[in-house]
């Protein structure tokens, strides 16, 4: 598919440079051209005009508006020369020169000519116009007559087939169930007269929904390039202008094009942009502008299947719930497409399209590097393939090797290396048994991901070192068991620094904001308390937390509900610290083995460290979570 802008003819720019043209060329004409064939007589100050009339020099004198003309004698006294003065406002000169005997006389106005009259006639308003119809092109973006007045035209970017190689389904991966759903589309683009014989009714318009980089984006353009149609791409912000009713105008501009070029796609992306809910701000009301533009879509999705023209809407938007109920009931977007994260084998066809441009070495599992990123969108996989190949080249190797893609998936998901921070050694050996802490907890708990590797090196903006826990296939539910499990593993690294030195730092912060949040979750959502019940105390997207005008945050429950809400996540993170704490006294000489290690080499990762965990005893069935 080959991407053009709408037409715009560029009449109206020429037209502006014609009569700028025109109006420059009468303009030197009237200005210059009187003056350069002028040869008149010599100019002298008024004083020596006044002296010579005085001495009686001057025979005759002509005075006109914005000259005098006087003749001088000769040594014969016979007349002789000719000069010009400027003329002052002299009420005695007439007297002077009648004293003197000199022959004076008015000259008349001079009558304008028709040359000029035309001039001061046609050459302003030649002027205005030109310097109007400059700046409607410029408005323009300087391709087309539209300029101002094209406000309240289409931005939409149109798509039609051409020469170059055109978006299908098969550069699309990782989302098989929405191409299934979009293939029907495609089927009634391509031949509509075999659905409109047998009475079926194709959906006027197709919700995309997902979170980004998933590839909305990406399945609306295959579906134009299956069919072969034309394809009209516009972001919902682009119809939001600050000019009321320019919003609806681009709707209105939008179909009426889509129409001509039926059958089409229109796609949407960013729907919520103009779709909100009209009741989203309470009894504030809503933004008049975007409540118009929501509106004008609504009724051309309503009017334009009227006549023969087809033409379907897709749309776009990672957030449907804020979306207008009246968006989204049957005739409008009858379908809702869910394009979600890929699975395992999902990430692994997305990579082989995205590799399918870099040079890969022998060494090379895209199975095992997609086993590596669960919860990788195919935008974030993208950006793996292009890390590693960059990776590659710095090291100057002719092909990416599977290092590379491991190192870049730590700087994803970790952040930069940072060696340049430098820790002391005691600081160095608090993280190193930190680390390990998180590693051998997290290798007894159920349900859990592997620990593949333990680093000490600083990454990214406040890791000191992290531990990587990769897991082994995808989950979709967890129980309460592995929860607990999860909260123990957070809580490993503070609990190492509890039995080694008897006193905790600052390193764990991020670990307890983590295991409180799940706790709360534990509770507040999933039901998991024996004491508040099968309850959710977090309804859909309402906050759970509001402010009482005093700034002091409180729950949206009962006093007495709040406070069972608290006893119940300290009681889940605290026994799931004790845990924690027990099974690192239990192995206390091998968590110092694995710690000596850690701090000789800095990284212990693959087959070695897996040997090492392996060592780790589990506690008895007694002292379990």
């Not at 909305?216 to 119809?239: R, Y």
């Amino acid at each position: 598919m080959a991407i053009k802008e709408q037409p715009k003819p560029p009449r109206g720019r020429i037209i502006a440079n014609i009569l700028l043209a025109v109006s420059g060329i009468f303009l030197l004409i009237n200005l210059f051209l009187p003056n350069l064939f002028a040869s008149g007589p010599a100019g002298v100050p008024y004083s020596l005009f006044i002296h010579q009339v005085q001495e009686g020099e001057v025979t005759r004198v002509s005075v006109g508006q914005n000259q005098i003309l006087y003749q001088l004698k000769n040594e014969n006294g016979e007349p002789g020369s000719v000069f010009a003065t400027t003329p002052i406002f002299d009420l005695e000169l007439p007297k002077l020169l009648e004293s003197k005997g000199v022959e004076f006389a008015a000259t008349p106005p001079p009558k304008n000519s028709w040359f000029s009259t035309v001039i001061g006639w046609v050459v302003p308003p030649l002027i205005f116009v030109a310097i109007w119809q400059f700046f409607v092109a410029r408005g323009a973006g300087g391709g087309g007559p539209q300029g101002v007045l094209s406000i309240g035209k289409s931005k939409a970017k149109v798509y039609v087939e051409g020469e170059s190689a055109k978006i299908t389904f098969a550069d699309v991966a990782g989302v098989e169930e929405a191409k299934t759903e979009l293939v029907e589309i495609v089927e009634f683009l391509k031949s509509p007269s075999r659905f409109i014989e047998i009475g079926a009714r194709i959906p006027k318009g197709v919700l995309l929904v997902g979170p980004p980089g998933t590839g909305k984006t990406l399945l609306a353009k295959a579906v134009a390039g299956e069919a072969g149609v034309a394809f009209f791409s516009i972001s919902g912000s682009e119809f939001v202008e600050l000019f009321v009713g320019v919003g609806s105008s681009r709707v209105r501009d939008l179909f009426e094009q889509a129409k001509k070029q039926a059958p089409c796609i229109i796609f949407i992306d960013e729907l919520d942009a103009i779709g909100k809910s009209r009741s989203s701000n309470g009894f504030y009301g809503g933004n008049d502008e975007r409540e118009q533009t929501l509106n004008q879509l609504l009724t051309e999705m309503d009017g334009f299947a009227a006549g023969d023209a087809t033409v379907i809407v897709l749309a776009a938007t990672n957030r449907p719930e804020v979306l207008d109920p009246a968006l989204l009931r049957p005739g409008r977007f009858d379908r809702q497409v869910l394009v979600d994260r890929p699975d395992l084998s999902g990430r692994e066809a997305i990579l082989k399209i995205h590799s399918l441009k870099v040079k890969l070495g022998t060494d090379v599992d895209l199975k095992a590097i997609a086993t590596r990123t669960p919860g990788f969108a195919g935008a974030d996989l993208a950006n793996l393939v292009n890390e590693a190949a960059l990776l590659a080249a710095r090291n100057q190797r002719l092909t990416v090797a599977q290092e590379d893609f491991a190192e870049a998936i730590e700087r994803v998901v970790a952040g930069l290396e940072k060696k340049s921070r430098v820790l002391n050694e005691t600081e160095k050996k608090i993280v190193a048994y930190h680390e390990v802490g998180h590693a051998m907890v997290g290798a007894l708990m159920p349900g859990s991901g592997r620990v593949e590797k333990i680093s000490i090196i600083p990454r990214g903006m406040a890791a000191l070192g992290y531990t990587l826990q990769l897991p082994t296939e995808d989950r979709f539910l967890m129980n309460e068991e592995e929860l607990r499990g999860q909260i123990a593993t957070l809580l490993g690294g503070r609990s190492a620094e509890e039995v080694v030195f008897g006193t905790i730092t600052t390193g764990a912060s991020n670990d307890l904001q983590r295991a409180t949040d799940l706790a709360e979750r534990m509770v507040t959502t999933y039901g998991m308390s024996k004491v508040l019940g099968p309850l959710a105390y977090q309804q859909g997207q309402q906050p759970m937390y509001l402010g009482n005008g005093a700034g002091n945050p409180r729950r949206m429950v009962s006093e007495d509900t709040a406070k069972a809400i608290d006893s119940e996540v300290k009681e889940i993170v605290e026994t799931a610290h004790e845990y924690a704490l027990e099974i690192l006294r239990l192995n206390r000489d091998l968590l110092t083995t694995i710690t000596t290690q850690l701090l000789e080499t800095e990284v212990i990762e693959g087959d070695k460290l897996h040997s090492l965990l392996s060592q780790v005893q589990h506690l008895d069935k007694a002292a379990t979570v």
